[in-house]
C-alpha cells in the first residue's frame, strides 16, 4: 500500500502559488495579517480544497480551520497535521502555507487512492502564529492548548488600534467563546507540522531534511520609554530626559546580554517607534519589541531577568518611566522522539538525506507538544533566507517532506487498506 502513495509536485505548486496572490502587499513580499480579507480569502481557497479532498470543514472558535477524515475507530484521538497561513509583514510565501498545503497533499493522496485509517485524521490551517498583526504569537496553538486568556484579547492590538477581540467581531467571531477552541484531554494522538527551516543549515549541507528535536525557548515583550519632549534646540543636553537615549542603552544592553549567555542565545529588538517623530524635537515616547530566545531555559531567564533590573536601574539614571508588557513567553520544548524516528524511518526509506536539528525559530508544534505528541519536520530554505521577500523553497523538496510525512501518518493513525 505505501509504494502507491506520492506527493504530487505540481499540486503542492499550485497551491503555494494561488495563497501567495492573497497579500496586501503585492510585489513587496507577503502581508497576510490575521481576520483580514487576505485572511478570508485565503480560507475560502483551503475550505474549497479541503471540500475536494473529501474533508468535513469547521473553524473553531479562536478562529482557526480544520478540515476532518473519519477514521474506522469513532471516537478515537486523531492526528493532527497542518501549519499557519499569516505571515510577518513583507514576508515570503513558503513560511507558514507549506506546511498547509501538506496537509492538503496528504489528505488528497489518501483520498484519490481510497485509503483509511484506524483514527481519524485532521488537517489544520492555523491563525496568528507569527504575531504580525497584534503582537502575541503562537495564538491558534495557545488556544487549542488552553494557554490563552479571554482578557489577552482585548490587550493584544494592531498599529491601528484594533484590538484582536474587536477584529475577531468583525471575523463573525465571539471572543467571549474562545475557550471553546480548546482542545479536550485524550481528543489528540499527535500534531505533525512541515516547515521551511528558515535557516541554512540543510541547504549548506546538501540535506533533504530536517527533523526537529528541539525547539528554544521565546520570551517577547513590549517596552514604552515615558521622558520629556522638548525643543532640539533650546533645551540644554543636561536638562533633557530624551526617551530616545533611554531606548538605544537599552538595544545594546539586550544584544550584550545575549552574547554574554551564549550557546545561540539570541536577542533582538525588532521594531521601534519614536515620538512625537519630529527632527527638531527631543523624544518624549520610545515604543519597542524585545525577543529573546534560547535553548538552555536558565539563559534565557537570566537575559530577561538582568534586562528587567536594568530598566529599573535606567528609570532613576535618565528620569524617564519605564512600562513592559509580557506578550509571550514559552519555554524550550523537547518533541516526540517516537515520531523523530518514524521520519528518520521514512526517510531511510525514500532515499532522503536528512539530520536531526534544533529549531531557532518558534512554531505551533512547540505549543501543541503541551497536549500531545508533537513532530516537526524542515525543507530546506534557499540561502536561508526568510521572512522577506526573497524567501524561497523548492517545490520538489517541499514534495519530499509531504511524502514522509504521509508514511508518518499511516503508521501513528493505524492505516488499513
Known amino acids: 500500500m505505501r509504494d502507491m502513495l506520492e506527493a504530487k509536485t505540481e499540486r503542492i ?3 503555494i502559488e494561488a495563497m501567495a496572490q492573497f497579500t496586501a502587499s503585492p510585489g513587496g513580499g507577503m502581508t497576510r495579517f490575521s481576520f483580514s480579507g487576505e485572511d478570508r480569502k485565503t480560507r475560502e481557497y483551503i475550505t474549497s480544497q479541503m471540500e475536494a479532498a473529501g474533508l468535513t470543514v469547521r473553524r473553531d472558535a479562536a478562529g482557526n480551520l480544520f478540515g ?3 477514521g474506522k475507530r469513532r471516537g478515537a484521538p486523531a492526528v493532527m497535521l497542518g501549519s499557519h497561513f499569516d505571515s510577518v509583514k513583507n514576508g515570503g510565501a513558503f513560511d507558514g502555507p507549506a506546511g498547509v498545503v501538506m496537509g492538503l497533499e496528504v489528505a488528497r493522496v489518501l483520498h484519490e487512492n481510497g485509503i483509511w485509517t484506524n483514527l481519524p485524521l485532521e488537517f489544520a490551517a492555523l491563525v496568528e ?4 498583526r497584534f503582537g502575541g504569537g503562537l495564538y491558534g496553538s495557545r488556544a487549542m492548548a488552553g494557554l490563552l486568556s479571554r482578557e489577552s484579547l482585548d490587550i493584544f492590538r494592531d498599529r491601528d488600534g484594533i484590538s484582536m477581540a474587536r477584529a475577531m467581531k468583525e471575523s463573525g467571531l465571539d471572543p467571549d467563546r474562545v475557550g471553546e477552541a480548546v482542545r479536550p484531554k485524550g481528543s489528540l494522538r499527535a500534531f505533525i507540522e512541515l516547515h521551511i527551516e528558515q535557516g541554512p543549515i540543510l541547504e549548506s549541507e546538501g540535506l533533504d531534511l530536517g527533523f526537529v528535536k528541539t525547539i528554544v525557548g521565546i520570551t517577547q515583550r513590549e517596552v514604552e520609554i515615558i521622558g520629556r519632549a522638548d ?8 536638562m533633557r530626559c530624551n526617551a530616545l537615549l533611554a531606548a538605544s ?18 536577542g533582538t529588538i525588532g521594531r521601534m517607534e519614536v515620538y512625537p517623530g519630529g527632527s527638531n524635537i527631543v523624544p518624549g515616547k520610545v515604543f519597542f519589541t524585545i525577543d529573546v530566545r534560547s535553548a538552555d531555559i536558565e539563559r534565557l531567564e537570566r537575559v530577561v531577568n538582568t534586562f528587567g533590573s536594568f530598566l529599573k536601574d535606567m528609570e532613576k539614571k535618565h528620569g524617564v518611566t519605564v512600562s513592559v508588557k509580557d506578550k509571550l513567553t514559552v519555554p524550550p ?4 522522539l517516537e515520531i523523530l524516528g518514524l521520519f528518520e524511518e521514512e526517510a531511510g526509506k525514500l532515499g532522503y538525506s536528512a539530520k536531526v536539528m534544533q529549531s531557532g525559530a518558534g512554531h505551533d508544534a512547540m505549543i501543541m507538544a503541551s497536549i500531545t505528541d508533537a513532530g516537526l519536520l524542515f525543507v530546506p530554505s534557499r540561502g536561508g533566507r526568510s521572512h522577506c521577500p526573497e524567501e524561497w523553497t523548492d517545490y520538489e523538496q517541499i514534495k519530499k517532506g509531504v511524502d514522509v510525512i504521509i508514511g ?3 503508521a501513528l493513525a493505524e492505516a488499513s487498506s
Open 333 to 336: 520544548v523537547d518533541l516526540c
Open 249 to 266: 542603552e537599552a538595544a545594546l544592553f539586550i544584544d550584550r546580554a545575549a552574547r554574554e549567555a551564549g550557546e545561540g542565545t539570541v
Open 68 to 70: 476532518r477524515r473519519e
Open 231 to 238: 525643543h532640539a534646540g533650546t533645551t540644554p543636553m543636561d
Open 13 to 15: 505548486r499550485k497551491d
Open 129 to 132: 502564529e507569527e504575531g504580525g
Open 408 to 410: 508518518t501518518v499511516l
